[in-house]
């Protein structure tokens, strides 16, 4: 089992639409969970961070922890065409030793 | 504020060759880590240093070396270049060693 998990997509959503992206991870002691946005032929970037269960909101960004089912997800309202990216899940814990395990990202479209 | 920077932004390498790639934190940041990137995937983790001693590695050969300086900028070095060393080479900087990281550019080498 990988250590975190997506799917991989794509994930096509028109425009002023909502996109859900989720994300499940293996294991249990994990600590901090991050959502980067990374656009084609550049680097991640930082959207999301969350560390305690329940709902973190940021803009249109909402991230949802839920340890007890291992799960993250985010949020995008008002999907946006700029909003058109690969969506990365990372997790990290000390099992992990601190480092951020990443999963594969999910592909997202935004349809005008 | 500057971000992270990377240098060089590209480099073609021929098989057996070493490569240096340079990085520098954000400024007050102790931390840097690295990833590689393949297309497709997402970050592997590398190497962390904090305080300039290596806090972390990962499933990556002993070809495979960093260090970090006393300003807090890091070197990666590759040893004996395979072709299967062609990826996006990333650093990220981080306050502590457990915070939010914080993507470079990125180094995108070609090995031939």
């Known amino acids: 089992q990988k250590e975190v998990e997506q799917n991989s997509g794509p994930l096509s959503v028109p425009e002023g639409a909502i996109a859900s992206l989720n994300c499940t991870y293996s294991?249990?002691?994990?600590?901090?969970f991050f959502w980067y946005r990374q656009y084609s032929g550049k680097s991640p970037e930082l959207i999301m961070s969350i560390y305690s269960n329940g709902d973190k909101e940021d803009g249109r960004f909402t991230a949802q922890l839920n340890k007890a089912s291992q799960y993250v997800s985010l949020l995008i309202r008002d999907s946006q065409p700029s909003d058109s990216a690969t969506y990365l899940c990372a997790v990290e814990s000390e099992e992990y030793g601190n480092k951020l395990v990443f999963g594969a990202g999910t592909i997202l479209r935004v349809k005008s | 504020d500057a971000g992270v920077t990377q240098s060089p932004t590209h480099l073609i390498k021929t098989r057996g060759q070493h490569v240096t790639l340079r990085c520098s934190p954000i400024s007050g940041h102790k931390s840097v880590s690295w990833y590689q990137q393949v297309l497709g995937q997402g970050p592997q983790f590398i190497f962390q240093y904090y305080e300039k001693e290596e806090r972390g590695r990962g499933n990556f050969p002993d070809r495979f070396s960093a260090r970090q300086f006393p300003n807090y900028s890091s070197e990666l070095n590759v040893n004996a270049l395979l072709l299967g060393d062609s990826a996006l080479y990333l650093c990220?900087?981080?306050?502590?060693?457990?915070?939010?990281?914080?993507f470079g550019p990125g180094t995108r080498l070609t090995v031939t």
């Open positions: 294991d249990r002691v994990s600590q901090s």
């Open positions: 990220a900087s981080s306050f502590g060693r457990v915070s939010e990281q914080y």
